[in-house]
């Protein structure tokens, strides 16, 4: 059982598009995370979130709560942006995490 | 990027040894976690600490143990390795006061082969 299901799980775009993730979840959270893990390994935090909607430059994330659902759009998407993006849920002192979705941008 | 160190970076051992991991942080935040990461997996959690002494389990808990008697560093032990425990192994630190609602920040990772 998932508590957390992203789609899609692979994604390639051609430099420019605006690309979506989507991430829907089946507990009751405090927050929603999404995390980068860039090719060699890293993870780090793009947004926390549990309500409406938040903007760091290319990169928007929505979250709807009534329907358990959120979305990470990069708008104008570069070869930089390559990278797995995963989806975390918090819920009372532990996480919930998606299985990640491989993002590749051609140039 | 947050004081947070793992070693080893890297580690082979074979089967039926015992082996600990070490997390180190430098940011004195309350919650300390460690997790797995595999193919077709998310991240899934084995242990977290919510403060010194006080730990609880996670999801994939058995064959591991934790301990944490300061602050700063929080340990990983695999009593007797398997090689269903070749993975990749992160800790994450969040803020403390708030819980889950914190942003966590992550290790840079431990890969683990057991052969």
């Known amino acids: 059982k998932n508590e957390v299901e992203q789609s899609p799980q692979n994604l390639t775009a051609q430099e420019g598009e605006f690309i979506t993730i989507n991430c829907s979840y089946s507990?009751?959270?405090?927050?929603l995370h999404w995390l980068q893990q860039h090719p060699g390994g890293g993870i780090v935090s793009l947004f926390m979130?549990?309500?409406g909607k938040k903007k760091h430059g290319r990169l928007i994330a929505t979250i709807n709560i009534q329907e358990k659902h959120s979305s990470l759009h990069i708008t104008a998407s570069h070869p930089r942006d390559s990278a797995v993006y995963i989806c975390?849920?918090?819920?009372?002192?532990?996480?919930?995490f998606g299985t990640g979705t491989s993002l590749t941008v051609i140039p | 990027d947050a004081g947070i160190t793992q070693s080893p970076r890297h580690k082979v051992t074979e089967t039926g040894t015992p082996v600990t991991l070490r997390c180190h942080q430098t940011?004195?935040?309350?919650?300390m976690y460690w997790y797995r990461q595999d193919p077709g997996h998310g991240l899934r959690l084995i242990h977290y600490?919510?403060?010194?002494?006080?730990?609880d389990k996670g999801e994939v808990s058995d064959g591991y143990s934790v301990s944490r008697s300061k602050t700063e560093d929080f340990l990983l032990t695999l009593e007797s390795a398997t090689s269903s425990q070749t993975s990749v192994y992160f800790c994450?630190?969040?803020?403390?006061?708030?819980?889950?609602?914190?942003?966590?920040?992550f290790g840079a990772g431990t890969r683990l082969s057991v052969l």
């Open positions: 979130l549990s309500s």
């Open positions: 994450a630190i969040s803020q403390p006061g708030q819980g889950a609602q914190n942003i966590q920040y």
């Open positions: 940011e004195n935040h309350r919650y």
């Open positions: 975390a849920v918090g819920a009372g002192n532990q996480f919930y």
């Open positions: 600490s919510y403060g010194v002494k006080d730990t």
């Open positions: 507990v009751g959270i405090s927050a």
